[in-house]
């Protein structure tokens, strides 16, 4: 058997910037442990499988220990492949996935993301330990999917050096640290230790925490953020009632095939 593999660059501009997703599209759906180890031994923060259906494209995403329910840089990969190769010249394509219908835009060079707002709660009973594990205490702490620690200013989010082994018994799927940005809106670093991801280079289902955050604290709708990463990633986030807009560029690196007899 041999299944097409793509490696594409999210939320970059050239090579070697933004994070790199594994895109795999089948014409079925192979058993979800077969899945995994190919995943696994992918060994990205995020494998997207898709497969084509009636009401557009189904995908699925893999992390190199588990499936999840959202993930952005491998959405926007994924629809870079579908509207470049796979159909191009369609000016949007529609995912079904775990976290409901998602739209992909095209927008000149870029792609736009629709993604479900989801806004975080105070969280302050987590500030001793997020400041244990950060090595500095957090202005604000909040719990969504992930645990978001506000900083208090992009020298910060930049040098922190967290304890990776003491995250992972931070409640949540991941830890985000944010600030105010230099020239951005906003800059924030996210870390998946659990997840086998000890830093995510640009996390944009993460940004369905930060966005509301930011607009709400900034009065504003649309914002620009940057994601601290050693590989880096710049994001135009909106923030459209109970959904998010996430815009950025793709490129991709490497393609062939995984080979399974």
Known sequence: MR???????????????????AVM???????????????????????????????????????????????????????????NELEPGSPRVTFQSQSGTLVVDRS???LVLDFPSRPGRPAPELSDQVAGV???????????????????????????????????A????????????LEHDFVSR?????????????????????IPYWAQRLGKRQLLACQASARGG???CELAGDRVRIGGRAVKVLEGHFLLD
Not at 154 to 168: L, S, T, Y
Not at 170 to 181: D, E, K, Q, R, S
């Open 190 to 210: 996210c870390f998946f230790p659990a997840d086998g991801i000890p830093e995510d280079p640009v996390t944009g289902s993460a940004h369905c925490t930060l």
């Open 108 to 110: 000149g060079q870029a």
């Open 170 to 181: 931070i409640p949540g799927m991941g830890l985000l640290i944010t600030a105010p940005g």
């Open 25 to 83: 599209p089948l014409e079925a759906w192979l058993p979800d442990a077969l899945l995994q180890s190919i995943a696994t031994e992918n060994n990205l923060s995020e494998t997207a499988f898709l497969v084509k259906e009636p009401s557009g494209w189904r995908v699925r995403w893999f992390t190199p220990a588990h499936e999840v329910d959202l993930c952005g840089h491998a959405t926007l990969a994924s629809a870079w492949l579908i509207l």
């Open 234 to 236: 710049e994001l135009h």
């Open 134 to 168: 950060l090595g500095c205490r957090p202005r604000e702490v909040w719990q969504a999917r992930d645990v978001m620690a506000v900083l208090e200013d992009e020298a910060a989010v930049r040098g922190a050096a967290p304890d990776f082994e003491a995250m992972k």
């Open 3 to 21: 299944l097409p593999l793509h490696q594409i660059d999210a939320f970059a501009s050239r090579p070697f910037e933004g994070n790199p997703a």
